[in-house]
């Protein structure tokens, strides 16, 4: 066994810490206040081939494997996790899609401007009546002629409103099966697409510069070759992507967790109450061996699940309980983080108030903790 990353893995972490460190973190209380997508760090992240990790150079891709795409998006989420979770986005779910299911052509026009990130992708499964059960969409596909016609709606869309947006991977039902069951396909759909159009952005509890939007479909037409994969299997094809969301998650979370117990212990052998450093105090110095505890734990669960994946191996086990554990980690140590601060943990200039503030959606994205519970209870039946 070897816990070792290799030189190549090293070289990916070494250059995301500094870029997260010089580049990113200085930017990530302006991107909270304004709401505004730093597109100049997209913009580097793509020349310093952070987007497209994974996948060939012939598609655009840096030829990589998911442990070094996962210890980039680590490294990236330190700086502000807003940046870690593009990446869980647009390559680790969208590209990944595509690259996985795509025909020769779709991966030509869709994938390579994604994987060098010129583009970026978005992927709607949820709709407002389809959430933790998002088989039971109504969002409609029709084949006329050589369009399909969509008809419905996709909530709570991850940086469809960005400005690089191009393309929603999204799910709608094609045809009933003789038991009354829908058959659910997946299309590759433009967002310039005719009929296409974004609701207004949400306004949520924090991430506020990662751009959300409803999306609304009617009489969407996309030409017949924008299905993607199998016409029987789209929605097992999105799940089967939405694994490695999950670890990508679960990789954001140890960032933003590692981001806390630095910030806290420099923090408390900084701060001084009754005539000493408060890291000098038991409970404080107990909260922090708990969190690096914590994170060292959540780090080995999803690399584990990273190599297993680079294995071509089953991972759905260990990919779960990396965003269970993970999240629900993140949650105690922002907590624990904003405690040591005391009354300055609290303000918003501090980043620790931000992790915490940001840490709940963690919980709830891609799976909610109940979710990856009964998908670890069904694997133990
Ligand atoms: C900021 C943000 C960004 C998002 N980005 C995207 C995106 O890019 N694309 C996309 O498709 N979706 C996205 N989502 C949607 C997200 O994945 C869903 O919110 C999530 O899957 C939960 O669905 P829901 O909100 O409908 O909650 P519900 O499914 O209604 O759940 C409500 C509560 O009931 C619980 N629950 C539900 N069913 C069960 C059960 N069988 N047993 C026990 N408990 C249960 C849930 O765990 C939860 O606690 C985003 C959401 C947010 C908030």
Not at 153 to 182: C, D, Y
Not at 198 to 219: F, N, P, Q
Not at 333 to 353: F, K, L, R, T, W
Not at 359 to 380: D, H, P
């Amino acid at each position: 066994m070897d816990f070792d990353l290799t030189e190549e893995h090293q070289m990916i972490r070494d250059m995301c810490r500094d870029f997260a460190r010089e580049v990113i973190a200085p930017r990530s209380e302006e991107m909270e206040k304004t709401g505004e997508y730093p597109y100049d760090i997209m913009d580097q992240m793509a020349e310093l081939g952070m987007m497209g990790i994974p996948f060939p150079e012939t598609y655009g891709g840096s030829g990589g494997d998911w442990v070094g795409m996962h210890v980039c998006i680590e490294e990236l989420s330190r700086g502000d996790m807003t940046l870690g979770a593009l990446l869980d986005v647009t390559t680790s779910i969208v590209a990944q899609e595509l690259y996985v299911f795509g025909t020769e052509d779709q991966k030509k026009k869709w994938l390579v401007p994604i994987a060098k990130g010129l583009k970026i992708g978005a992927f709607g499964l949820t709709e407002p009546d389809a959430g933790s059960d998002a088989a039971s969409i109504r969002t409609t596909a029709v084949l006329k002629g050589d369009e399909w016609i969509l008809n419905g709606s996709k909530q709570f869309i991850t940086n469809i409103g960005l400005r690089h947006a191009s393309v929603l991977l999204a799910t709608a039902i094609t045809e009933k099966k003789k038991g009354g069951k829908n058959i659910i396909s997946t299309f590759i759909i433009p967002r310039d697409a005719p009929g296409f159009q974004l609701g207004e952005r949400y306004d949520k509890m924090a991430w506020h510069a990662s751009a959300t939007h409803g999306v609304i479909m009617e009489d969407c037409r996309i030409p017949r070759e924008n299905l993607l994969g199998d016409p029987n299997r789209g929605f097992s094809q999105h799940l089967a992507v939405l694994e490695t969301g999950r670890l990508s998650i679960a990789a954001v979370c140890v960032g933003a967790a590692q981001a806390c117990l630095d910030l806290s212990s420099r923090y408390a052998k900084e701060r001084t109450q009754f005539g000493q450093p408060i890291f000098n105090f038991q409970t404080i110095q107990f909260k922090l061996a708990d969190m690096a505890m914590a994170i060292e734990l959540a780090r080995n669960q999803y690399l584990k699940a990273a190599w297993l994946k680079d294995q071509g191996r089953n991972y759905t086990f260990e990919a779960t309980v990396a965003k269970l554990y993970a999240s629900e980690m993140l949650e105690n140590v922002a907590s624990d983080a904003v405690q040591i601060h005391g009354g300055y943990g609290y303000m918003n200039e501090y980043p620790v108030s931000r992790i915490y503030q940001a840490a709940k959606l963690l919980q709830i994205v891609e799976g909610t903790s109940e979710v990856q519970r009964m998908v670890i209870g069904r694997l133990l039946a």
